[in-house]
């Protein structure tokens, strides 16, 4: 239900129950029945299974690749319908209503954009240029369109969700990011002499961590369930240490390695030279290696949990609290796992991690309801979202693969 991105999970299994669909949009159901589940019962579950989703994936791989990717836009809504109907809370589900060509029309998009940045980019300066200034347009634009689509078409007990972060907020929250990201490659194309010139265009990625947490606050701070509006109170400072924090310990490990394949080596030159030699290498791949692991099987996914603790204790709906309490090194230890096990099956575990991570993180959030209200003013909210509906495909887009 809840992702890193908005609101909605990440998410796709078997079709929702009889009774939870009965449920979620019989009108005869009371609000107070509604309320009462919503108010007893705070616990997020994910029915879904491993197998299931094997079935799945292995399905839309092959279809995706059989048809050179067109089918990809189909096999998202499967996944997603999938993750969606079996998140469970409060005895009901969520639902995922995209439709997969708007998905198409959005990937078909990127593939156009993504085939003028690569080769037609570079061929002179005008084109450029021009390639860059529709981009600064478009993009902006293109990202917001996503979001509203992924949460216009997510629902539970028959609601739909919302995001009504403005146009104006958007090109000041994601017109730096595109700015930062097409640098480097202007600067190559415009001065391709200017060597000094490049490494200074990479410098503006150092506000990454500012950049992210704007537009996390951007997301967090929109999305509506029915009439119940969020808000965050995520600051800048709170969010940005946990980058501070990885790069601090990823520069201290790398001293240490460095320092330590110094001196083994150093060490060594009482033994013969090819002794040396061999000592070198091995050091180098030992501390490569160790690098790595650090790198993506600790401080990637500490970061993950630090930044996903902090964003949804942050963000509230009215009426209804999230808490995020996942541990931190139960979740390492789960990814480490989940690496392993991808990496010897050849990628064949890959959608066992999946369902893992999603559950892992699931099992660990919690939304309270503090009153009646808030559920009845959710309801109220479902008479006016079919307009948004239509406009989310209409004018949406789906960028994310």
């Known amino acids: 239900m809840l992702s890193s991105h908005a609101l909605p999970v990440d998410p796709l299994s078997a079709p929702a129950t009889e009774s939870q669909d009965f449920i979620s949009s019989n009108p005869t159901v009371s609000l107070t029945d509604t309320a009462l589940a919503l108010a007893t019962d705070d616990?997020?579950?994910?029915?879904?299974?491993?197998?299931?989703?094997?079935?799945?994936?292995?399905?839309?791989?092959?279809?995706?690749?059989?048809?050179?990717?067109?089918?990809s836009a189909w096999a998202k809504v499967r996944r997603l319908k999938y993750f969606d109907q079996n998140t469970v809370y409060a005895g009901a589900v969520f639902?995922?209503?995209?439709?997969?060509?708007?998905?198409?029309?959005?990937r078909i998009i990127s593939v156009i954009f993504l085939f003028f940045y690569h080769y037609v980019y570079g061929l002179s300066k005008l084109s450029?240029?021009?390639?860059?200034?529709?981009?600064?347009?478009?993009?902006?634009?293109m990202l917001r369109g996503a979001l509203r689509f992924r949460l216009q078409n997510t629902s539970y007990r028959g609601i739909r969700f919302q995001f009504h972060g403005s146009r104006m907020r958007a090109y000041l929250v994601y017109l730096p990011v595109v700015v930062i990201f097409l640098l480097p490659g202007l600067v190559t194309v415009l001065y391709?002499?200017?060597?000094?010139?490049?490494?200074?265009?990479?410098?503006?990625y150092l506000s990454w961590p500012w950049l992210y947490a704007g537009m996390k606050r951007y997301q967090n701070g929109n999305f509506a369930y029915g009439r119940l509006r969020s808000a965050t109170t995520l600051g800048w400072t709170r969010f940005v240490w946990p980058f501070v924090a990885a790069v601090l310990v990823m520069?201290?490990?790398?001293?240490i390695i460095g320092l330590t394949t110094a001196v083994t080596v150093n060490g060594s030159k009482i033994f013969a030279k090819d002794k040396v030699v061999f000592a070198s290498v091995l050091m180098a791949i030992l501390g490569g290696v160790?690098?790595?692991y650090i790198v993506y099987l600790i401080l990637g996914p500490a970061l993950?949990?630090?930044?996903?603790?902090?964003?949804w204790n942050s963000t509230s709906l009215q009426g209804v609290q999230i808490q995020s309490v996942l541990p931190m090194s139960a979740y390492i230890k789960l990814q480490t796992k989940n690496f392993f096990l991808t990496v010897l099956s050849l990628g064949l575990y890959r959608p066992f991690a999946v369902v893992a991570a999603y559950r892992f993180r699931l099992e660990h959030m919690q939304l309270t309801v503090a009153s009646f209200e808030a559920a009845g003013a959710a309801a109220d909210g479902q008479r006016s979202t079919s307009t948004a509906d239509a406009s989310a495909d209409m004018f949406g887009f789906d960028l994310s693969w």
């Open 304 to 311: 993950q949990v630090s930044l996903w603790n902090r964003l």
């Open 43 to 71: 616990r997020i579950r994910f029915t879904g299974s491993g197998k299931e989703y094997f079935r799945i994936w292995i399905v839309n791989l092959c279809l995706t690749l059989l048809t050179l990717g067109v089918y």
């Open 290 to 292: 160790s690098a790595a």
């Open 251 to 255: 520069l201290l490990a790398v001293f």
């Open 128 to 141: 450029a240029i021009l390639i860059a200034l529709a981009l600064l347009f478009m993009l902006p634009l």
């Open 95 to 106: 639902n995922f209503h995209g439709r997969p060509e708007v998905i198409l029309r959005g």
């Open 192 to 204: 391709p002499r200017r060597t000094t010139w490049l490494i200074y265009a990479f410098l503006p």
